[in-house]
């Protein structure tokens, strides 16, 4: 049973269709890329599955279970973690109070932050910064930290839920050619080290395509492509969909 199952997953803004009967499958260990022009859905599909939104019809399972309709928070303790941004509230702090705030969030301690905290979960923190490359850095402030190492500071607090499923929108926006390539890696040896399944949106189809096992390709609302990045680069539909006619989808093999 894959980890995942979107059920004819349909959201309408008044009489806008943002998604439209949307069905997929996710199994654990995949890294499926969400992807299509502005508008098409992709941000309507990630909230209804985290639960920021709730679906006019369809069904969202994880391991068979239904999580639909359940509030962000639910679903984010039964396993569906999220990337994201360190905010100005993180900036002023650490890299590891991030990840140890993250941690106590997630053991529901939060208020314990306004409290001497340095200790708590710093062990976990610790590892969790280690697995994404950043343990040399933990004592550095968030606010001067490189655009690539906040991306992973982001990865580490995402992963202090011990997500079966990360969603990750746009991971690797307004990063050079290099840190995008190192930050998907990182992603891939996450999800074969953990088992994970990933699903990711992103515009730079030069990551999709070389980082994605699969990918999902959305326009107005509606399923266009699903499969192998081989078999969604041939596809007609997508080039001229999302695309337009004569475009290409780049460099990359
Ligand atoms: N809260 C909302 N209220 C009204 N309309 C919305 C709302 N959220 C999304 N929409 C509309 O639903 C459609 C899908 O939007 P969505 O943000 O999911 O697309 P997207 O693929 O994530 O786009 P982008 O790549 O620009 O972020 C668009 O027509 C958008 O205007």
Redesign the pocket.
Known sequence: MSLLQVQQLS????G????EELSFALPAGQMLALI????????????LINGQ?RPDRGEVLLDGQSITGLDARRIWRRGVGRTFQVSAAFSSMTVLQSVQAALLSHHRRLWQLWRPADSLFRQQAMELLDQVGMAAQAQRACAVLAYGDIKRVELAMALSNAPRLLLMDEPTAGMATQERQALMALTRRLVNERGIAVLF?E?SMDVVFAHADRILV?A??QLVADGAPAVVRADARVRELYFGSGASFGGAA
């Open positions: 959201k309408s803004f008044g806008v269709a943002a998604l299509g022009p502005n508008g098409a859905g992709k941000s309507t599909c990630f909230n939104l949106t515009h959305l107005r609302g």
